[in-house]
């Protein structure tokens, strides 16, 4: 594929979806383009706006959050992955609203109060807060609201 067909095609891509430097950089690679052309690309689209890291970050930190429900540290090591700037992931995190982000981790905890099969206490505990730390939520966060539903039910 020559550079001019690559880059009409991703400018398409970028322009239904938001995408971030490392998803086009992986696109391109497997497109055989070479290493020069890809960063001639890449800098093209960033010029002409097709690619913001501060856009994909905001609407990946939102979609995340809101329909997969993930902690702010699973977003985290998600867009790292993706090689976004942390700065930027920081900036990103800060619309997370601290009202809404205790009210889903609360949900997060209850939906699996509710589907833990093992009711000795200890075990049940445990499995909740693994639940709720591999979706990226933190610990120090988990604890207390895991021991009061637990008080709750008792």
Avoid: H
Wanted: proline share 3%; hydrophobic share 35%.
């Amino acid at each position: 594929m020559d550079v001019k067909t690559a880059l009409n095609k991703v400018e398409a891509l970028c322009s239904r979806q938001e995408y971030c430097r490392s998803d086009i950089r992986k696109k391109l690679i497997k497109w055989d383009i070479s290493p020069d052309n890809i960063e001639k690309i890449l800098v093209s689209l960033i010029e002409e706006k097709f690619i913001d890291e501060n856009r994909y970050a905001n609407f990946f930190v939102r979609d995340k959050f809101k329909f997969n429900r993930w902690g702010r540290k699973k977003i985290w090591w998600q867009l790292k992955q993706k090689e976004v700037p942390p700065e930027i992931i920081e900036e990103a995190l800060k619309q997370i609203n601290k009202d809404e982000y205790t009210l889903t981790l609360e949900d997060v905890i209850k939906e699996k109060l509710r589907q833990v099969k093992n009711k000795e206490p200890i075990k049940q505990k445990a499995a909740i807060i693994r639940n709720a730390v591999s979706k990226g939520y933190e610990y120090q966060e988990v604890i207390p609201i895991v021991e009061q539903l637990l008080l709750k039910n008792d």
